[in-house]
């Protein structure tokens, strides 16, 4: 069992360039996340879902898009990469149950837009 | 707006030492309390608290929460160079959102 993957692992990308970071679950859970680590503002919410088929905004969202369109996969997207968007990004799922709080982490894809 | 707020922000201790963590918050809608260990990659998870005043333990860690003053605590004793990573406490509401803090860095020297 895998957990979460996430890929690339890293990634030097040039401004205005597409790319898309990919995230996957093999525990089928409901939920999932993406955040975005950067030194001294810890982890912030980009977007989440909360089942296949929804998505909603963070804290953070602009730049980004996201889709859910089954239970394991969550890509994110971003459109036109500026270097602010440079960062480690982190994606996570957690069973959506009374008492289930814990998210799960992948190891992350380090993001560098030139 | 919620935020979650830690200290001290970095932490220099020696092996053996006993460590304090702090952790406030201001969240709509509490649920729960989280810690977080992060060391290389991923942050792995520590504790979850839901109620006042119950201390979780789990080897030389312990945490505990206060709900009436909005913070909670993340001891951890007889440290050791293991120890060492940036520990995250995030909050969260009936309305599915985390909200993390900067974290504290901890360093533990032999």
């Known amino acids: 069992i895998a957990g979460i993957t996430q890929a690339p692992t890293s990634q030097i990308l040039a401004a205005g360039r597409r790319m898309t970071l990919r995230c996957t679950q093999d525990?089928?859970?409901?939920?999932m996340y993406w955040y975005r680590q950067d030194l001294g503002l810890g982890l912030r919410l980009i977007h989440y879902s909360n089942t296949a088929g929804t998505t909603g905004k963070g804290e953070v969202p602009d730049g980004y898009s996201v889709s859910r369109a089954n239970t394991d996969d969550f890509p994110l997207t971003l459109a036109s990469a500026v270097p602010s968007q440079t960062s480690v990004y982190f994606c996570?799922?957690?069973?959506?149950?009374?008492?289930?709080?814990?998210?799960?982490f992948g190891p992350g894809t380090r993001l560098t837009v030139l | 707006e919620d935020k979650v707020v830690q200290s001290p922000l970095s932490l220099v201790v020696h092996e053996g030492d006993t460590v304090t963590l702090n952790c406030s918050y201001e969240?709509?809608?509490?649920?729960?309390l989280l810690w977080y260990k992060q060391e290389k990659k991923a942050p792995t998870f520590l504790f979850m608290l839901t109620s006042s005043g119950i201390e979780k333990k789990s080897g030389r860690l312990s945490s505990i929460l206060d709900k009436k003053e909005l913070f909670s605590i993340l001891n951890i004793t007889a440290t050791q160079t293991g120890d060492s990573a940036v520990y995250l406490c995030?909050?969260?509401?009936?309305?599915?959102?985390?909200?993390f803090g900067p974290g504290t860095r901890l360093s533990v020297l032999p």
């Open positions: 969240v709509t809608n509490f649920r729960s």
């Open positions: 525990m089928r859970h409901n939920a």
């Open positions: 996570a799922s957690r069973e959506l149950a009374e008492g289930s709080d814990t998210q799960y």
């Open positions: 995030a909050a969260t509401s009936y309305g599915q959102n985390f909200v």
